[in-house]
């Protein structure tokens, strides 16, 4: 997990998001394994970048300043790997696999998608 500054492709307004990388490949096999969104999600909350930011930041009593306590609030335990189905479902209905992509956090718990293009969807 890294973080970056993005434009919000609905205001227009800069905002920070919490990212991870997403290889579609290796979801599709995941999911393939027999696992679920749901594990997908902590599977990425688990990596190592994101549990160190979840201590950091473990002060403060609402989501927006506590990132561990925004998991959970704005249910990211599950929205991540529904997201991401979602978004590797829509290619595949076309016969094409998505090239890999960025899934980020803004703060307010709001989840953006940045192609590799540079194209960003707010999910």
Not at 1 to 7: S, Y
Not at 45 to 55: C, H, Q
Not at 65 to 72: Q, V
Request: aromatic share 10%; proline share 4%.
């Amino acid at each position: 997990m890294n973080t970056m500054r993005i434009t919000k492709p609905n205001t227009n307004c800069q905002t920070s998001i919490r990212y991870w990388d997403i290889q579609p490949r290796e979801f599709i096999d995941f999911m393939k394994s027999g696992k679920s969104t749901n594990d997908y999600s902590w599977k990425l909350l688990s990596d190592k970048a994101s549990t160190r930011a979840a201590k950091e930041e473990i002060d403060g009593d609402s989501a927006p300043t506590n990132f561990a306590l925004s998991i959970f609030e704005n249910a990211l335990d599950w929205r991540l790997g529904a997201t991401v189905l979602q978004y590797v479902n829509h290619y595949l209905k076309s016969q094409k696999l998505p090239k890999p992509f960025k899934l980020g956090v803004a703060r307010n718990g709001d989840i953006y998608i940045v192609q590799s293009n540079g194209r960003i969807i707010l999910a």
